[in-house]
């Protein structure tokens, strides 16, 4: 139940496409779901984030697209850029012993976008 | 500023040594996490400190041992470390109780036991 599914596993984008990673969760306890760019070598950086009672959440290039009914989530990228190139987590989370929050993250989505 | 930094950057011990990772913040939070993270997998929940007393121990082996002397700092100690513990560690930190629910990550230190 505490599961959060991740597709697709890798996508291959050409520059300017959309890219778009889906995820799922059973829980619904969860009330928080940010999305992580990690680049090589490098910590996870918080992307975007969204809580249950919006539907859509747009930042810049980025777009979080919520289903609250069918427990599934998105991440939109617009026009992306070689740049852009990074292994991508979804996850969500719950507030755990009244201050610290646990985060469940999907398996990621290794994305490359070509030039 | 939302920087979680975290020292050193690489580690290479034995499965004798004794070391050391650090981790800081100087954003007020008073929840701080360690996590491991393999290659091409996503990062696993070992300890969790609230309010600086430690709140979750993912049953995680007593040859990682966690600290936290204050809010803004954590460390994790490490004794007789073997092979498959080679990974990224990752310090993180978010408000606490009333706070936004945003966790932030360091840069890791890449650990190679040998």
């Known amino acids: 139940q505490q599961q959060v599914k991740q597709s697709p596993q890798s996508l291959i984008v050409q520059k300017g496409g959309i890219s778009i990673i889906n995820c799922a969760y059973e829980?619904?306890?969860?009330?928080?779901f940010p999305w992580y760019q990690q680049f090589p070598g490098k910590g996870p950086a918080l992307l975007i984030a969204?809580?249950?009672?919006?539907s859509e959440k747009k930042e810049g290039r980025f777009t979080i697209s919520f289903n609250k009914s069918a427990k599934q989530f998105s991440l939109h990228i617009m026009d992306s850029q070689p740049g852009d190139s990074a292994t991508y987590f979804c996850?969500?989370?719950?507030?755990?012993?009244?201050?610290?929050?646990?985060?469940?993250f999907g398996s990621g989505t290794q994305l490359t976008v070509l030039p | 500023d939302t920087e979680v930094t975290q020292t050193p950057k690489h580690l290479v011990m034995g499965m004798t040594n004794k070391k050391s990772l650090k981790c800081e913040q100087h954003?007020?939070?008073?929840?701080m996490y360690w996590y491991k993270q393999k290659a091409k997998k996503p990062p696993e929940l070992m300890f969790v400190?609230?309010?600086?007393?430690?709140?979750i121990n993912e049953s995680v082996p007593s040859r990682f041992s966690p600290e936290c002397p204050n809010s803004s700092l954590l460390n994790l100690h490490l004794h007789a470390l073997q092979p498959e513990d080679s990974a990224l560690y990752l310090c993180?930190?978010?408000?606490?109780?009333?706070?936004?629910?945003?966790?932030?990550f360091g840069p890791g230190t890449r650990l190679t036991v040998t």
């Open positions: 993180a930190s978010s408000q606490g109780l009333g706070g936004s629910y945003e966790q932030y």
């Open positions: 829980n619904t306890a969860f009330d928080y």
């Open positions: 969204i809580r249950p009672d919006v």
């Open positions: 996850a969500a989370s719950v507030t755990v012993s009244g201050s610290a929050r646990q985060l469940t």
């Open positions: 954003m007020g939070h008073r929840a």
């Open positions: 400190y609230s309010y600086e007393k430690l709140s």
